[in-house]
């Protein structure tokens, strides 16, 4: 029987996400691929290793510089949820829908997606000195954090770590801490490491990882390699090109030791709330606020709503909202964008 991927990361629910933003000038350390005017693919070097970077908005390029046209605009970094084979496919439609009101960042951090592997352990204080030095290599010198379900956890850490790099948060359906979620999350972990040890055997069969994509590539569905399913939306073939070699690197060593850190990483959020003076916004889903004990909770007690500047909005939709409801977040995103004046 196959290991079928789309129900691995399924299954990675909301019990455990981080973006950033700002404009300048990016140098580039390696060569990519571009995806249009819009759009430029890239590696930088962070501790030594190749780090990928997808840019959305308007864009100067060349071969060895990449750089946004207006540095007036605010950028927003986009960091991911735990396990997410492709980042930087993952938030395409959601950067695409964005990408005229803000410059664009995707990370894709070490072991995720194409970039290479960390030899770090990957808890919360590694992978975030990571993302700040990512964030030094691209030359932003402050940014909003927008994350969604796990990174959550690396983003409120990051704003207390890092204060002067943050101006503001979005939040979509972010990972919180809550006494009810506990149980929930050993099963979950359990699940996760399972799924990661068959992905790693049905690996392992192949003589090589170009087999291994090539039987990917001929036949996705069996192995449940099938794009993400969002409503109004269309991936190129290039973007499935691009996701079967993402998803035949992941499930790898940082991916498990990530899973593994999970009970100590979440504890590092218990009783953490948003500061008063940090522009936040947090969207969740309302399929979650309604099946996950102490969801909408742990969300509520992380603000503080009688502050001006924190906001929450329960979206029609399931975990990731913007595959459903792509509209409704855009919106309340440029509306707060307007609110702040970023």
Same mark, same amino acid.
């Given at each position: 029987?196959?290991?079928?991927?789309?129900?691995?990361?399924?299954?990675?629910?909301?019990?455990?996400?981080?973006?950033?933003?700002?404009?300048?000038?990016?140098?580039?350390?390696?060569?990519?691929?571009?995806?249009?005017?819009?759009?430029?693919?890239?590696?930088?070097?962070?501790?030594?290793?190749?780090?990928?970077?997808?840019?959305?908005?308007?864009?100067?390029?060349?071969?060895?510089?990449?750089?946004?046209t207006n540095n007036n605009k605010i950028t927003l970094v986009m960091l991911p949820a735990l396990g997410v084979p492709s980042p930087h496919i993952y938030f395409k439609p959601l950067a695409q829908a964005l990408d005229t009101n803000f410059n664009v960042v995707i990370i894709e951090p070490f072991g995720y997606g194409l970039s290479d592997l960390a030899s770090t352990?990957?808890?919360?204080?590694?992978?975030?000195?990571?993302?700040?030095?990512?964030?030094?290599?691209?030359?932003l010198n402050e940014c909003v954090l927008l994350v969604h379900s796990s990174s959550g956890i690396n983003g409120l850490n990051f704003v207390f770590d890092y204060p002067e790099k943050v101006k503001g948060f979005i939040c979509i359906d972010n990972t919180v801490y809550d006494d009810a979620m506990l149980e929930e999350l050993a099963l979950e972990?359990?699940?996760?490491?399972?799924?990661?040890?068959?992905f790693n055997e049905l690996r392992d069969s192949f003589s090589s990882v170009q087999d291994f994509q090539r039987?990917?590539?001929?036949?996705? $569905?069996? !192995?449940?390699?099938?794009?993400p399913e969002v409503t109004g #939306? &269309?991936?190129?073939?290039?973007?499935?090109?691009?996701?079967?070699?993402?998803?035949?690197?992941?499930?790898?060593?940082?991916?498990?030791?990530?899973?593994i850190q999970m009970n100590s990483s979440i504890l590092t959020i218990k009783d953490q709330k948003f500061p008063d003076t940090l522009p936040v916004l947090t969207l969740i889903s309302s399929v979650n606020a309604e099946n996950v004990p102490g969801w909408e909770t742990g969300h509520r007690n992380q603000l503080n709503l009688s502050s001006d500047n924190h $906001?929450? !909005?329960?979206?029609?939709?399931?975990?990731?909202?913007? #595959? &459903?409801n792509l509209s409704g977040i855009v919106e309340h995103i440029n509306d707060w964008k307007v609110t702040h004046e970023f």
């Open positions: 029987m196959k290991t079928n991927l789309k129900q691995i990361y399924q299954r990675i629910v909301p019990v455990l996400a981080i973006i950033m933003l700002v404009a300048i000038n990016v140098p580039v350390y390696a060569q990519g691929n571009t995806d249009s005017n819009r759009a430029a693919s890239r590696y930088i070097t962070v501790d030594g290793k190749k780090m990928h970077v997808v840019l959305y908005g308007d864009i100067n390029q060349t071969d060895t510089n990449v750089s946004f352990t990957r808890n919360v204080e590694n992978i975030n000195n990571e993302f700040n030095k990512a964030l030094e290599s691209l030359g972990q359990e699940y996760m490491l399972a799924g990661v040890d068959s039987a990917l590539a001929e036949n996705p $569905e069996s !192995y449940g390699i099938a794009l #939306y &269309t991936y190129s073939q290039s973007d499935m090109d691009e996701y079967i070699q993402a998803c035949s690197l992941s499930c790898n060593d940082n991916i498990k030791d990530q899973i $906001e929450l !909005y329960i979206l029609e939709g399931q975990h990731y909202l913007w #595959y &459903t």
